[in-house]
C-alpha cells in the first residue's frame, strides 16, 4: 500500500505543477566568430534601420534562414560554389516577449537596397524618438514565403511558405543571453533560390 500512495501523491504533485508560459520569442543572427555577437556602442557602422552614431542597433531575423540570407544578399553571394567556403557562427538569442512596433513604410522601400536605406533610418529615428525601442519589418534578404522551414510527414517535406521578419532591438545589449546554435557553419544551397538578392 506504501509505495501506491506515494506514487498517487507523485501524480497529484505533478498535476498541481504550475504550467511554464514559454513566451519569450529567439532571434537569431549569424556573426564572424572573432567578434562578439552584439555590439555594445555606437561605433557601429550604419545599417538599414541605424545612421552613424546611432547604435548600438541589435538586428534579429525570425528564423535562421533569414539571418543566412542577410549575409548572402549583403556579401553578393550568388553561386553554390561558394558556400563551403563560408564560415560563420550562428546565434540564437533570447529577446524577450516585448511588443515590436510594425515599420509602415512602401514594400519597396522597405526590402530596397542602400539606396532606401537613408528613408529607412529617418522612418526609425522618428519611431525611437517617440519611444520605440524595438521595431519589426519583413525581411528585405528573402524573397515573399522564403522562410518556410521544413516539417517531417512521410519523411522531410518543406514547410508552407511563410514570410520573413526583422526585429531591431535599440540599447544596451546587457539584458539579452544568446546560445551558438552552430559554429564554423555555412548556408544550405536551397536557400540561394530564397534570398532577395541585390540589383
Known amino acids: 500500500m506504501g509505495p501506491r ?3 498517487a501523491g507523485a501524480r497529484q504533485a505533478a ?3 504550475p504550467r511554464v508560459a514559454l513566451r519569450d520569442m529567439m ?4 556573426v564572424d566568430a572573432r567578434y562578439p555577437f552584439l555590439w555594445e556602442d555606437d561605433r557601429q557602422p550604419a545599417g538599414r534601420w541605424h545612421a552613424d552614431g546611432d547604435g548600438p542597433a541589435h538586428y534579429f531575423s525570425d528564423t535562421p ?3 543566412w540570407a542577410e549575409f548572402l544578399r549583403h ?3 550568388t553561386d553554390p560554389r561558394d558556400l563551403p567556403t563560408i564560415q560563420r557562427q550562428l546565434w540564437a538569442v533570447d529577446i524577450g516577449d516585448g511588443a515590436a512596433e510594425r515599420v509602415a513604410l512602401p514594400i519597396e522601400v522597405l526590402t530596397g537596397g542602400p539606396e532606401t536605406y537613408a528613408r529607412c533610418q529617418r522612418k526609425a529615428a522618428s519611431m525611437r524618438a517617440r519611444g520605440a525601442t524595438r521595431i519589426e519589418a519583413p525581411s528585405a534578404a528573402l524573397v515573399a514565403g522564403g522562410a518556410r522551414g521544413m516539417r517531417v510527414e512521410r519523411g522531410v517535406a518543406p514547410a508552407p511558405p511563410r514570410h520573413g ?14 546560445w551558438i546554435a552552430a559554429d564554423a557553419a555555412s548556408p ?3 536557400l540561394l533560390d530564397r534570398v532577395h538578392h541585390l540589383k
Open 165 to 178: 521578419a526583422v526585429i531591431v532591438l535599440f540599447g544596451s545589449p546587457g539584458a539579452l543571453v544568446g
Open 15 to 17: 498535476r498541481a505543477r
Open 27 to 30: 532571434g537569431f543572427r549569424q
Open 65 to 67: 534562414d533569414g539571418a
Open 188 to 190: 544550405a544551397a536551397d
Open 5 to 7: 500512495r506515494r506514487r
Open 75 to 77: 556579401e553578393e553571394i
